[in-house]
């Protein structure tokens, strides 16, 4: 694979919902790095001000924008609008999901579409429409954050969810063959980093370690992938081992 020299030696990073959790942790541990983000969110205004802000008091630079992701038909127009908010953009980190427990017999279509749209259908559009300016450029890095238990092991009423991430694990192998060379695509998949907020999700979270160690070990697994040019269509797991008991 060849390298490409991207001018601007901050290079733009969009993480699709950055406001909360492990998107944001990624943003705030990377803020003091050479990078500028670009932070999306859906419904938590507050909190993407709160990060920018947080960063910006940093010395870094960063830009939100809102976008529901379920409406997967604006997709193409929603990446046009985040490309011109620096120019460009890098480096696509598709973390924004959906997760809940529903039993098998009681889901509806639509709560199997909401799935699979937000989890699956639009990370593969977003990852369609700018790789097109990566390709163009010769440089590009799109990380996918699946989920280690629930694509290695599955569990019961997490069907739809299970699914969703599952065909990210399998999207994330073909669009590096795809992508190749200049554009690397690979996965990292969390174990139980950060407990549920709310909902039955909390009971399968028997152990979580949401520790400073084990959150340096995820942004370290990602730093590894934005300096690579060389690893793609690999998935690194971050649960200690949980998924092979």
Known sequence: MRKSVVKDKKKVVLITG???RIGREIALRLSHEKYKFIIHFNKSKKDCASLIKTIENSGGEAKSIQFDLSNTKSIEKFAKSCEKL??????????????????????????FDDFININLKAPFLLSKYIAKGMKKRKYGKIINITDSIGTDKTWKNYSSYCISKGGLETMTKVLSLELDPYIQVNS????????????????IYKTTYNSEKVLDSLINSIRLLLISDFITGESIHVDGGERLI
């Not at 620096?86 to 709560?111: M, P, V, Y």
């Open 86 to 111: 620096f120019g460009r953009i890098d480096i696509l980190i598709n973390n924004a999901s959906i997760f809940k427990s529903q039993n098998f017999w009681d889901i509806k279509e639509k709560d």
């Open 18 to 20: 950055a406001a909360k």
């Open 188 to 203: 990292v998949a969390p174990g139980a980093i950060l407990k549920p907020v709310r909902g039955s999700g909390k009971k």
